[in-house]
């Protein structure tokens, strides 16, 4: 059975929306960050944005990887790349673009408590109601029944090359492929961008 779940793309609209929303809720707690700390690969945009937003200028990184369209052989969450930088004694978000399972946040969140922050928040755009993980501050909740794959803009290419092998299983061809990533997925992709992604994965 060919995996192709359904689909939601995001733009940069969405996005300046989700971070402004975000950074209006963190002032509002009186919790402006003195670190963030940015979960990638997903959560650098989100991180960068909200440095730009908060005024905050000390921003590392923590790498992550999981499950999904993108997925981990293991099917778990990894921590594979440490923090970046010290947060001892500081007061430290941890930001992600999105929780699902949660995994990733709570792994992340953990491994920076250890570091010796003074406090310790966390942060995503969107979160699925069905996550474990509950970060301290979200611009837009998804109902678990309303799940789907979010395409954020900066992973528009990696997953749509993923999906469209996976769509080519059903149908070989870019006309084919794409039909399918609309009937199965609803993501209305043009053929141009079918057939760029054609240069990475082979859709004939």
């Known amino acids: 059975m060919v995996d192709l779940p359904r689909c939601r793309r995001v733009g940069w609209a969405d996005i300046d929306a989700w971070a ?3 950074a209006e809720r963190i002032r509002a707690a009186g919790a402006v ?4 700390v940015g979960l990638t690969r997903g959560g650098w945009v989100p991180s960068r944005l909200l440095c730009d937003r908060l005024g905050v200028h000390h921003l590392l990184s923590l790498r992550a990887r999981h499950w999904g369209v993108t ?4 099917g778990k969450a990894e921590l594979t ?13 941890v930001v992600d673009d999105i929780t699902d399972t949660g995994e990733s946040l709570a792994l992340a969140e953990d491994h920076v408590r250890a570091a010796g922050p003074a406090r310790l928040e966390s942060a995503t755009f969107l979160h699925i109601s069905h996550s474990k993980f509950v970060p301290t501050y979200y611009a837009e909740e998804i109902p678990r029944a309303a ?12 997953d749509l090359a ?23 997925s609803g993501l209305d992709v043009s053929r141009a961008d079918l057939e760029r992604v054609a240069r990475l994965v082979p859709l004939d």
Do not use: H, K, M, Q
């Open 20 to 22: 402004d929303r975000l």
């Open 33 to 36: 960050p003195e670190t963030i």
């Open 71 to 74: 997925a981990t052989p293991s």
């Open 81 to 93: 790349e440490g923090l970046s930088g010290s947060v001892a004694g500081r007061a430290v978000l």
């Open 147 to 158: 799940w789907v794959w979010v395409v954020f803009p900066w992973n528009y290419w990696e």
């Open 162 to 184: 993923t999906l469209a092998a996976r769509a080519r299983e059903l149908g070989p061809g870019i006309d084919a492929v794409r039909t399918t990533l609309l009937d199965r």
